[in-house]
């Protein structure tokens, strides 16, 4: 099937001739539905605090940041922005040269609250010899839109979210890049006032990503007493997948095999290779300005007191189950906390052996361990916390997207419609054993659960596959912790009409 020149192409990439038949092999037959037990909720699997609780934890995260913890906040930014701007382009690219529909309207009636209105401003009177009035005046609204978008303007059709300017805070104007920096001062600071930040970028951006880290960071560490880490890196070839004709044959174009970006979930490699303990993992476009940012500083610090308090008894656990001097009622103590606190449950733990009771027991808690934050279903788009089986027949607590769930299955959608929370990607992650060794991630990834989808290219219709998502099955085999956090610590920018919400306003 593959040709001397294909095998060639494999190396470079670092992939094997095995691992590309297995992505064929999961063209032709599909990713199973995930089995589910029930939706996650308030007292089935996700943590709701009292105020003592939240107190609590904010301390115990405190006593961890003073200690000798190895903190990193992760933050994918590789995509561009293009997709914020999806309205924007169809107005362009229509017939209409006036708005007509409420998003354009919306827009326009709001364009003076952008953060970046004052620079946009300048580069049409730079290109038009007028303000951004007197073109809205004059009906001249697509000109002002290719100004924002194009590479005669401020090119934000192409630039990543990182680099868009999203808030403006008193005179200051903050990029997306900014605000994570600054939270990452706010909660994630070792004793010894360092911030380790790791952005994930595409290769054309990251020239750009560090011009506006050296413009920004200087300033922003004399304003917090810190000194910043920030890395980057890309995603790798390796991680890419193999597009295929509709018949699940492999593509090519010219003669050449076609690749295509595997998805986030693909980071679960550059996540594996960050030197860190603790790690909180956010969305770039999840921000505020520091005006509206307590009630996320505060939150961020209890899921993290959360983590560290439970890894602290894992690791009595493990230690206790290593050493072989455990009691019966040791055994019983440590399946409770299992299942009530990690929320494993396997029906099959009541017929075994101690000794093999003590290996079950090892398994399930030697494994990462993430606590993620779930906020209220509101309508906002995003996959919801479950408890569904794994491929071992047991059940943990687990992050779905809606097309992992059978449509057809009348009794899983029933659960879906029932689901009370979604997934913010609001994470916080310990990534090493009790003996401070790395786990290896990718190792825990369940590769059951990637993504099929249908593509065009060069006017044929292929598919792509896409990698388990990083905080779906690329996380199946993590031990899992839902607590619900405000809706006022997800403030996500999809549309750039997002950022005239109240939420980016300051």
């Known amino acids: 099937m593959f040709t001397d020149k294909d095998l060639e192409l494999f190396k470079q990439r670092n992939v094997t001739v095995e691992q590309i038949e297995d992505q064929l092999n999961s063209f032709k037959q599909g990713f199973p539905y995930l089995k589910l037990v029930s ?3 308030v007292g089935n699997g996700i943590m709701k605090m009292t105020e003592e609780d939240e107190a609590h934890y904010v301390s115990v995260w405190n006593e961890y940041l003073s200690s000798d913890g190895n903190i990193l906040k992760f933050v994918p930014a590789s995509g561009a922005a293009s997709r914020m701007f999806k309205n924007l382009f169809s107005f362009v690219d229509g017939a209409d040269d006036v708005p007509t529909d409420k998003f354009m309207k919306e827009f326009f009636a709001g364009i003076h609250n952008f953060a970046f209105f004052d620079d946009l401003n300048k580069v049409v009177v730079a290109n038009h010899g007028k303000t951004i009035d007197e073109m809205i005046a004059a009906g001249c609204y697509k000109q002002v839109v290719e100004c924002l978008l194009g590479a005669k ?14 808030h403006k805070v008193g005179n200051e104007i903050h990029t997306a890049l900014v605000e994570q920096l600054e939270e990452g001062a706010q909660y994630a600071q070792n004793k010894e006032g360092k911030v380790n930040v790791h952005f994930t970028v595409s290769g054309e951006h990251r020239a750009l990503f560090k011009a506006e880290m050296d413009r920004v960071i200087p300033g922003l560490a004399k304003q917090y007493g810190v000194t910043y880490d920030v890395s980057m890196s890309e995603q790798k070839p390796s991680t890419d997948t193999i597009a295929v004709n509709m018949d699940n044959t492999p593509f ?12 986030h979930g693909a980071l679960i490699e550059n996540l594996n290779d960050v030197d860190a303990q603790v790690v909180f993992v956010k969305n770039i476009d999840n921000v505020v300005p520091r005006t509206l940012r307590d009630v996320t500083i505060k939150y961020k610090k209890i ?17 206790v189950l290593d050493a072989g001097n455990y009691t ?37 808690l030697n ?11 509101e309508g906002e788009p995003g996959g919801g916390p479950y408890v569904a089986y794994n491929q071992d027949g047991t059940t943990s607590l687990q992050i779905l997207e809606s097309s992992q769930i059978d449509k057809n299955d009348a009794a899983a959608m029933a659960l879906m419609q029932g689901a009370t929370h979604f997934n913010p990607v609001d994470l916080v992650c310990y990534i090493c054993d009790y003996k401070g060794k790395k786990f290896n991630l990718p190792e825990y990834v369940d590769k059951n659960t990637g993504f099929i989808s249908e593509k065009s290219k060069s006017g044929h219709e292929i598919k792509a596959l896409e990698l388990p998502g990083l905080w779906n099955g690329a996380m199946s085999d993590w ?23 109240p939420a980016h306003q300051g």
């Open 479 to 501: 031990n899992t912790i839902f607590v619900e956090v405000p809706v006022e610590t997800f403030n996500p920018v999809k549309t750039v009409n997002d950022l005239l919400r």
């Open 328 to 364: 019966i009622e040791d055994l019983r103590e440590i399946v409770k906390f299992v299942q009530r606190t990690l929320f494993v449950r396997n029906e099959e733990t009541k017929y075994l052996e101690d000794s093999e009771l003590a290996l079950y027991l090892r398994k399930k």
């Open 252 to 263: 090519r174009e010219n003669g050449k095999l076609l690749f295509r970006p595997g998805g």
């Open 153 to 166: 303007g401020m090119n934000y059709g192409s630039l990543p979210k990182a680099l868009l300017e999203f």
């Open 303 to 319: 899921i993290g007191g959360v983590l560290v308090e439970v890894q602290k008894k894992v690791a009595e656990y493990l230690k």
């Open 367 to 377: 494994r990462p361990i993430r606590v993620c934050g779930v906020v209220k279903n």
């Open 39 to 41: 939706a996650a909720t």
